[in-house]
Structure formats: C-alpha cells, structure tokens
Nanobody
Framework: VQLQACGGGLVQIGGSLRLSCAAS????????MGWFRQAPGKERDFVAVIGSGGSTNYADSVKGRFTISRDNAKNTVYLQMTSLKPEDTAVYYC?????????????????WGQGTLVTVSS
C-alpha cells in the first residue's frame, strides 16, 4: 500500500482545512486508516483513526473540531479540520494498519504517507 497525503497549507486561527490521503492497492477498504501529526522537536502523535467498518476515534485535543472519513470507492481517507489553533501546526501523516487494535501507537501501523504541513497562524 502506498499513501499520498495532501491538502496542507497556511491557514488563519479559526480556519478550516481538509487533508486527503490517497491509497494505492485493491485492499484499501480492509485497512484501518489513521492520521498522526508531528510538530518540530516533538513526537508523532495520534490524531484520528477510522476502521474498515467505519468506527472512529479521536485524540482529546481534536474532538469536536476534526472529522475523519473515508471513501472506499476512491481509496481515500480525509481529515476535515475546523476551528484550527496554533497548536495544530504540524506535519500531518496518514497511515494504514491491518487491524483497529492499538491504533493510538504509530508503531502499530504498517504503511505511511509522506506528510503534509499544516501551519496555523494569525
């Protein structure tokens, strides 16, 4: 599975962005898909996950502001981000794993995209 993330950019505080992650391969629908982010000098943190059956989970810091979704027909997972804050500034990565369990940990993911930079500024 190859993953290609896009949609990052510069946005003002309180603004919105939608990230996309396109996957190759015929088995996309069977994977749980996650979004992580990494700010400069910090660890890669869990943001959101969506299972093959549509179950979702979010980091507390983004609950109510971010929404993860998937379109299996397009082999794409999305991260809709609203009410953005400066602390959301990071490189955002999409990742794929074969099962839903342990989705908080980046070490459990099998495939990673290249990352897309989101900068939230006044």
């Amino acid at each position: 599975v190859q993953l290609q993330a896009c949609g990052g950019g510069l946005v003002q505080i309180g603004g919105s962005l939608r990230l996309s992650c396109a996957a190759s391969g015929p088995t996309f629908s069977s994977y749980a898909m996650g979004w992580f982010r990494q700010a400069p000098g910090k660890e890669r943190d869990f943001v959101a996950v969506i299972g093959s059956g549509g179950s979702t989970n979010y980091a507390d810091s983004v609950k109510g502001r971010f929404t993860i979704s998937r379109d299996n027909a397009k082999n794409t997972v999305y991260l809709q981000m609203t009410s953005l804050k400066p602390e959301d500034t990071a490189v955002y990565y999409c990742a794929a794993k074969r099962n839903y369990a342990g989705h908080y940990s980046p070490t459990t993911y099998d495939y990673w995209g290249q990352g897309t930079l989101v900068t939230v500024s006044s």
